[in-house]
Every structure is written in structure tokens, then in C-alpha cells.
């Protein structure tokens, strides 16, 4: 909007009713911006977590593995 139009609104409507309009405005704008920043930082820790738990699952894997040939080797030596 250009200033001639703004002072026209304040002219009109009075200046408490423009800077509530504003206040509602900017407050729209933060919140729009706060949820697509913890939108982001969401899916970013999503896909760390994921990361994290195929690793941990490998490491699982890997050690019923061991466990396993722990447990024949004492097993066959009874």
C-alpha cells in the first residue's frame, strides 16, 4: 500500500483500528513462519532418528548374531 492510501485509512477508520489490523497481521506472519520452521526442524530430526534406528537395528541384528554363535560354541562344547 502507498502512504496516501495508509493516512486514508487512519483518516477513516481511526489509528487504533489500523494498528490492531497490523498487530494481526504481523502476528499472522510469525505464526505462519514459527510452523513451517518447526516443520522443518521436525522432518530434519525425523530423518536423523531414522538414520539412528536402521543403524541400531543393524547393530541388534549383529549382536543376536554373535549371541547365536556364542551359544552353539558352549553348546557343542558340553
Known sequence: ?????ILGLVESYGLPLVLLLA???ALYRFLVFSLVSVREEFSRRH???AKAMGELKISVAE????IKI???FVRSNR
Open 47 to 49: 530423518e536423523d532418528n
Open 70 to 72: 556364542l551359544v552353539e
Open 23 to 25: 498487530a494481526i497481521y
Open 63 to 66: 549382536m543376536r548374531s554373535d
Open 1 to 5: 500500500m502507498e502512504a496516501e492510501g
